[in-house]
């Protein structure tokens, strides 16, 4: 058996937001769903550019900053897989990355976990509340509704957890 380690710069997956429309007008985002196929999709390319018989294992790693479901995701991967015959039998596995800030204006580092209350307290009330929110769509809006909890500044970057990426491939040729 072989192992494939891939760059995370070369396998930014591309999103989409599937929306269905039920007769009663509520939308339902389905992105893990979408970014599921995403992750099939790349995994049958890179095997068949590898000269891959039989993809064994899918390394994905999930950052904490989607919010993704993991068992939705997880679930959409193994129904999708059966459409490509490459991975039909491979296990996909998935491991959260923990996000990471850190501060440009005074160097502080923390976790996501430091500033998930506010988050859940400015869309769902009460800091103790989950709920759906728009970081959960698009991560990068963490930037407009944080802020450095050591000095307050807004200037920060994320440095780990923010996308979905295939870390590694093991496969047959």
């Known amino acids: 058996m072989l192992s494939v380690s891939l760059p995370t710069c070369i396998l930014e997956l591309n999103i989409y937001f599937l929306w269905y429309e039920v007769y009663v007008g509520v939308m339902f985002v389905l992105h893990e769903w979408s970014i599921a196929e995403s992750i099939v999709v790349s995994s049958a390319k890179i095997a068949a550019e590898q000269g891959a018989s039989k993809v064994v294992k899918v390394y994905v790693k999930?950052?904490?900053?989607?919010?993704?479901?993991?068992?939705?995701?997880?679930?959409a991967a193994n129904e999708l897989k059966r459409e490509y015959d490459v991975v039909r039998d491979a296990e996909f596995v998935f491991e959260v990355e923990e996000a990471r800030f850190k501060c440009l204006?005074?160097?502080?580092?923390?976790g996501f976990s430091?500033?998930?209350?506010?988050?859940?307290?400015i869309f769902c009330g009460s800091p103790d509340r989950e709920c759906d929110n728009p970081i959960?769509?698009?991560p990068d809006l963490v930037?407009?509704?944080?802020?450095?909890?050591?000095?307050?500044?807004?200037?920060?970057?994320?440095?780990?957890?923010?996308g979905v990426y295939i870390a590694k491939i093991d496969f047959v040729k």
Not at 62 to 75: D, R
Not at 115 to 121: A, D, H, M, S, T
């Open 62 to 75: 999930v950052g904490e900053l989607s919010q993704l479901e993991l068992e939705i995701l997880k679930s």
């Open 114 to 121: 430091e500033v998930k209350r506010k988050i859940n307290e």
């Open 143 to 162: 930037n407009s509704f944080i802020r450095c909890p050591k000095c307050g500044s807004p200037d920060f970057e994320v440095v780990t957890g923010r």
């Open 136 to 138: 959960h769509y698009v």
């Open 105 to 110: 204006n005074c160097g502080y580092s923390w």
